[in-house]
Every structure is written in structure tokens, then in C-alpha cells.
């Protein structure tokens, strides 16, 4: 189910975002894009680390780092080395104890694109993952330098061909403030291919199938794998004692990011993550949040779309993908994620309604 369609779409602007290549990014509190890089200390010696998105419609996972007695342990490695070794600077200030362990919370490059900045700077460096990210890293990554050359080459063409004609991609006129962008945005195509040389495929060294506890010195570090949903390998840290949790990509906030995955088997597996006792959630972009409540928003969500979905199944067994999307009624859970914004807006349409329909559309085809 997972396809090679997501590389694409993690890597570069996705059709629906197209929007955001002059566009104002939303304010940084909301969105799960970044406008400027953000540290915040949520206990003593745990540190998360909100980057500065490479470029409008690019985006870094968060980094969590969680300092033991012995070393550290670093959750998800960014898109890129630049960012890592920004990240592994800021973690010096912190400690002169080692990286030792940095997770792959799953496969996409967004998260796991520092791994080998990370191994040059600590060769004594376990990168852990679970079995099926490791398979699908294998599978798809080693090609990400090619993918994002690609979606770079697009994106320049793009804001050429809007600079020739004064006409965005929605097809209205650009406004005095986009045209004003528009080399801003040239200037960040060049420093995503800047980055893109720097890229080396670092595949996780270590691979478990369930769940697995790191000792730091003091400090325990509980890995899972509460179940498929974003992907096949999908893991989340726990800290029990500080009550946090790390989501990886099977929480995102404001939308989630559903354009791949297991739809009915994310509800459980939200579900599964809800019974841990947290207080502090770092999702996979987005700001750090300090309840449940938008967890389970997700998960009502998802069982709402599958819930209509398998309505108009029962309705007429040959509905069409089409047919199924029209019937979809989800303007409450629209509102409450995307508000007025503009951007929200598109990237709720464009995720929930258009792919995360599609994939429970053909997930209840193929029962």
C-alpha cells in the first residue's frame, strides 16, 4: 500500500501546495511548517528542536534529543546535513557526552536525511529503526539525491513560469508581494540543490520488530512500535518518567500527514498511543503540544472518513472513487484544524478529502 508516490510528495510541494511557492507561510504556533528554528527545553536534559523549513512547501522533521547519564539519544535526523550539523552544534552546548543512539521514527528522507552526518560525527553511533523502515529506506532512499534533483527542477520551473507570466498556479494574478518573492524563492531552490549534493544514504545499523528500552545512565528511553499507520515501521519514543511522547509522522499537527499508510489499522494505533500517560507530545511537525486532545481529534477523523466511506460501500458496492470524495462530509474537523487560513485550508483538501479518501476508498475496495 505504501507507494513510491509519497517520496515525491515529502520531498518537494505536493500538486494541492503549489500555493505556498509565494505564498505567506502561516504563523509559526499553527502550522506545521517552520518559519524560523525553535529549541525548547520540556525537561531537564530533553530538548526538542523545531527547524527552519529548507524551503515554502520543503520541511524538516522534529528532532527530539534526550540526554542520559552515559550519552544521548537523538529522535529523527532531519532532511538534511546542513540541519544536523546544526543540530548536532546546538547539542554540544548542551553536553560533551556522545550521540549513541539516533532513531528513524520511519523511512521518509524528511526525518533520517542527517543519519550519515551523524555517524561521521560519531562512529560509536547506533542508528535504530524498525525492521520495515530499514527495508523501505533500503528500497527508496539510496534514490533521493536523483528524486530531489527532480522536484527542485520543478519547482524553479514553476516560479519561472509564474515571474513570465504574472499568474500563480491557481491561475490568478500575483500580487505586488508575491512578485516581490520571487527570487527569494529562486534563492531557495539553490540551497535545496546545495543540499541535495551534500546527501548520503545512511541506512539504520540496528532494527527491532516490537518494542525495546535504551539505558542512557539514569535515564531510560522507551522505543515502540504501537502499530502501522503512517507507514509499515512507524515508532514513537516514550518517557515515562517525564510523561512524553514522540510521534514521528503518525501525528502531525494542524492536518496530518495521511498520504500514505494503513487507514483503519492509524485508528488503532492512535488509540494504542492515547492509553500512554503523556503531557507533553512532540508530533512529527509541527509545535510541541501539551494534551491528548489532538490526537484523538485525528483518530475521530480518520474513523469518520472510513465510517462514510464504508456507508457508501454499503450503498452501492461499485461507488466510485469519485462518487465516494462527493458524499464525504468532514467541514466540522476542516474548521477545527485549518481555521481561515489559506494555506491550512489547501492542505487539508488537498491530504484529507483527496488522498487519505482515496486510501480507504481502496483499502475497503480490496476487503
Do not use: C
Not at 556522545?98 to 560509536?124: I, K, Q, S
Not at 541535495?196 to 528500552?213: I, K, N, R, W
Not at 494534551?291 to 460501500?313: C, G, N, P, T, W
Amino acid at each position: 500500500m505504501l507507494r513510491r508516490s509519497a517520496q515525491r510528495i515529502r520531498l518537494g510541494v505536493a500538486p494541492w501546495l503549489a500555493v505556498l511557492l509565494l505564498a505567506s507561510v502561516p504563523a509559526q504556533a499553527a502550522s506545521m511548517f517552520t518559519t524560523e528554528r525553535e529549541v525548547t527545553k520540556v525537561a531537564e536534559g530533553v530538548y526538542v528542536i523545531r527547524h527552519q523549513d529548507p524551503a515554502r512547501g520543503w520541511v524538516h522533521g522534529n528532532t527530539t534529543v534526550i540526554i542520559g547519564a552515559r550519552g544521548v539519544f537523538v529522535v529523527d535526523s532531519t532532511q538534511t546535513a546542513r540541519a544536523a550539523r546544526e543540530d548536532i552544534a546546538q547539542i554540544r552546548q548542551w553536553t560533551n557526552k556522545p550521540v549513541l543512539y539516533v532513531l528513524n521514527t520511519h523511512w521518509h528522507t524528511d526525518h533520517n536525511g542527517g543519519n550519515d552526518e551523524y555517524l561521521r560525527t560519531f562512529p560509536a553511533l547506533t542508528i535504530l529503526a524498525h525492521r520495515e523502515t530499514r527495508a523501505m529506506e533500503d528500497a527508496y532512499n539510496p534514490s533521493a539525491k536523483k528524486n530531489r534533483a527532480s522536484n527542485v527542477s520543478q519547482m524553479r520551473d514553476n516560479i519561472n513560469k509564474m515571474a513570465q507570466t504574472g499568474m500563480s498556479p491557481m491561475g490568478k494574478p500575483l500580487t505586488a508581494e508575491q512578485k516581490a518573492r520571487i527570487p527569494e524563492r529562486l534563492a531557495e531552490a539553490d540551497q535545496l540543490d546545495r543540499d541535495g549534493e551534500e546527501y548520503v544514504y545512511q541506512a539504520p545499523t540496528l532494527m527491532f520488530d516490537s518494542d525495546l528500552t535504551v539505558d542512557l545512565g539514569g535515564r531510560e528511553v522507551q522505543v515502540m512500535h504501537p502499530g502501522r499507520g503512517n507507514t509499515g515501521g512507524d515508532a514513537i519514543v516514550y518517557l515515562g518518567k517525564e510523561k512524553l511522547l514522540a510521534t514521528g509522522d503518525l501525528l502531525v499537527y494542524p492536518v496530518p500527514f495521511t498520504f500514505d499508510g494503513y487507514p483503519r489499522e492509524w485508528v488503532q494505533t492512535l488509540d494504542t498511543m492515547g492509553r500512554l500517560e503523556a503531557d507533553t507530545i512532540v508530533p512529527g511537525h509541527g509545535p510541541i503540544l501539551h494534551d491528548k486532545s489532538y490526537l484523538f481529534q485525528v483518530r475521530d477523523l480518520m474513523k469518520s472518513v472510513i465510517a462514510q466511506v464504508d456507508e457508501q460501500f454499503r450503498k452501492n458496492d461499485d461507488v466510485s472513487l469519485e462518487e465516494a470524495r462527493k458524499a464525504l462530509d468532514v467541514s466540522v474537523f476542516r474548521s477545527k484544524m485549518a481555521g481561515g487560513d489559506e494555506v491550512t485550508l489547501a492542505n487539508f483538501d488537498g491530504i484529507i478529502v483527496q488522498r487519505f479518501a482515496e486510501l480507504v476508498y481502496y483499502e475497503r475496495k480490496a476487503r
